[in-house]
């Protein structure tokens, strides 16, 4: 079951991801917590390898989401309907994990790539 706090709204108000401030994209606390990461020990090669291992994870994070989206569409397409009890639960466990990984990232790519211009 989810946590109250990890169905929060970006809220315009929020700094962590200005650029997501009006949208109605949900993050969890473990965004927040990641907001508050310091990565100026980081050296800029180190920023930026991290930023393009935050920029891969996001993309295959949402290859995962659609190539799930898809197969449930040909499961309805094909009548296969009938799923046990702990394949829903798995898979709603992991896209609830993957829609609050792609904002962690996204942000903490946003701060990495801060770091480089610095």
């Known amino acids: 079951m989810a946590d109250a706090n990890s169905n929060t709204a970006a809220q315009s108000t929020d700094h962590t991801f200005p650029h997501l401030a009006d949208t109605d994209v949900l993050y969890s606390d473990m965004a927040n917590a990641i907001s508050a990461v310091n ?35 040909t499961f309805a397409d094909s009548n296969v ?33 801060a770091c480089c211009l610095e």
């Open 39 to 73: 990565l100026d020990s980081l050296t800029s090669e180190e920023a930026l390898d991290l930023a393009s291992q935050c920029e891969e994870s996001i993309a295959g994070l949402c290859h995962t989401q659609r190539f799930i989206g898809k197969s449930f569409v």
């Open 81 to 113: 309907v009938e799923f046990s009890q702990e394949t829903l639960c798995q898979v709603g466990h992991g896209i609830a994990a993957i829609s609050s990984l792609i904002p962690v990232l996204h942000g903490l790519e946003r701060k990495a790539d």
